[in-house]
């Protein structure tokens, strides 16, 4: 348990479909990231959010959409995605900034397969 | 550019040594960060070094040299529950992250 949950663990959707990951942290971190992991590939950071504002925003497609309610929550967003969008997307939070050292906690991810 | 390189894949045996090695280019560098990720788990955060040298935690200790942009995860006392993929990730001058894919670590009895 790392204080770090994700919903739902696994989802299948169509290409046409909209869903979204949930995220939730109950360790007062200020910091909230969205990555994605596919096999064999580095961990790619889609955003990053302090204090509930977008910090970073690395080229994402705009099929995905993030959304930071408050300090706490982290919701992606998902519509018309593609079949390379399958793979693991993992949430993490951090009391400071990862490149400024802050040490990341991770959730358990949620595995996507897109039809 | 900025690039990160770690093995693939390392096979050890239990109650040995073993020795994964990153190398990292970045555009600007605060540090870097030893990931251990389970098979079908979250990575969970091992190490953080700053300054040259070695800092040892338990059996579990990681090396740093700025100069040669070089790292390495040392693990001795090898148990079967280290079988994991061990990622090394480097600070860059936007605060972000950089990756490296990860090194599979198999270990046998």
């Known amino acids: 348990e790392t204080g770090v949950t994700q919903t739902p663990r696994h989802l299948v959707m169509g290409m046409t479909n909209k869903k979204s990951l949930k995220c939730e942290q109950h360790?007062?971190?200020?910091?909230m990231y969205w990555y994605k992991q596919s096999a064999k590939k580095p961990l790619e950071l889609m955003f990053v959010?302090?204090?509930?504002?977008?910090?970073e925003n690395n080229s994402v497609p705009s099929r995905f959409s993030p959304e930071c309610p408050n300090s706490s929550h982290l919701f992606l967003h998902l519509h018309t995605l593609q079949p390379e969008d399958s793979a693991l997307y993992l949430c993490?939070?951090?009391?400071?900034?990862?490149?400024?050292?802050?040490?990341?906690?991770f959730g358990e991810g949620s595995r996507l397969t897109v039809l | 550019g900025q690039n990160i390189d770690q093995p693939t894949e390392m096979t050890a045996t239990e109650g040995a040594i073993v020795q994964i090695n990153c190398t990292y280019q970045t555009s600007g560098f605060n540090g870097l960060f030893w990931y251990q990720q389970h098979a079908g788990e979250a990575p969970t955060f091992l190490s953080y070094n700053v300054l040259d040298g070695l800092e040892e935690k338990g059996r579990f200790s990681s090396f740093l040299s700025r100069s040669k942009g070089y790292s390495y995860l040392l693990l001795k006392e090898l148990q079967m529950k280290d079988s994991a993929s061990y990622l090394c990730?480097?600070?860059?001058?936007?605060?972000?992250?950089?990756w490296g894919a990860g090194t599979k670590l198999i270990i046998k009895p």
């Open positions: 959010y302090s204090l509930e504002e977008r910090v």
């Open positions: 360790l007062g971190h200020n910091a």
């Open positions: 990730a480097a600070t860059d001058s936007n605060y972000q992250l950089i």
């Open positions: 993490a939070s951090s009391r400071a900034l990862a490149g400024e050292g802050g040490e990341l906690f």
